[in-house]
Each structure stands twice: as structure tokens, then as C-alpha cells.
């Protein structure tokens, strides 16, 4: 497959793949009562990146593309390294870890943005029925929930380094 729209459409389903696994790591994680807010953001989250990426897998069948399962085993492997992070503990998760994935996932979804904004500018007819629209107006509303979540779980934390 040497397509570059073909090539483009599957390296996002990668993203999203480990973008995906990421919000539900995330989810996962703060399902322990102690931010039941975040949970609750994070629980609608991960539902919404999964009808992205429901949608971006609708997206590459009109482009007539095929995902590549070595990419999206090679998303799941990524993901699952990144929860080897050096963090100050060896057993259990650090508060740090929510901090950096919550970056991890503004910066998944601004690619996500990215990756609607170029689809869109193509006015390509096999995505006439797709509201790219919708999509960016989504994705920017992700980001600045995700953001404001992360600046606040940011300030808890480094808060308490000693200075």
C-alpha cells in the first residue's frame, strides 16, 4: 500500500488505537472513587474517542483502505510500554502517571483534530456524507476537558514537591 491517503488513514487508526487504550488506562485508573469527577469526565471520554474511532474506521472503508494489523498489534505494544514509565515507584502508580497521561491524551486528541482538519480540506466525494465539522467541533471540546482536567490534576500534584 503506497497511497499516501491510504498510508495517512491507517497510521491515524493506529493513533487512535493507542489513543484508545490510553483513555481507558486512564479511566481505569481513577476508578478507585478518589476523583469521582475526573472518572465521570474520563468515563464519557473514552466512550467519545471510541465513536471517533468508530467513525475514522468508517472513513478508511470509503477510502477503500485495509488496516494494517501489524500497526494497530504495534499501537496495543506501545501503549502497554508506556505504562513502564520511571515515575518514583516500582509497584505501585505514582499520582505523576495521571498527570502524564492526561497530556498524553491532549496531545492524542489535537492529532486527532490534525488529522479531521486535513481530512476535511480534500473534499474528497467518498467522504461527502462525513460531518468533519462535527468531528473538529468535538475534538476541540475533548481537548479543552481534557486540558482543564489536566492543569488541575497537574497543580494537585507538583504542588506537593517540596521547593
Sequence with gaps: MTDPLNLYLIDHLTAATGGLRLAERTRDAHDDGSDPELHTQLQALTEEIREDRAELRRIVSLAGATPDPVKLVAAVAGELVGRLKLNGRLVRRSPLSSVVE????????RGKRCGWTALDALNDPRF?????????????????????????????VLSRSSV
Excluded: H, K, N, P
Excluded at 492526561?102 to 486528541?109: D, H, Q
Excluded at 462525513?130 to 475533548?142: K, P
Design 102 to 109: 492526561l497530556e498524553g491524551l491532549t496531545i492524542a486528541i
Design 128 to 156: 461527502a456524507d462525513v460531518d468533519f465539522d462535527e468531528l473538529i467541533r468535538r475534538a476541540d471540546d475533548q481537548y479543552e476537558r481534557v486540558d482543564a482536567a489536566r492543569r488541575r490534576v497537574a497543580v494537585s
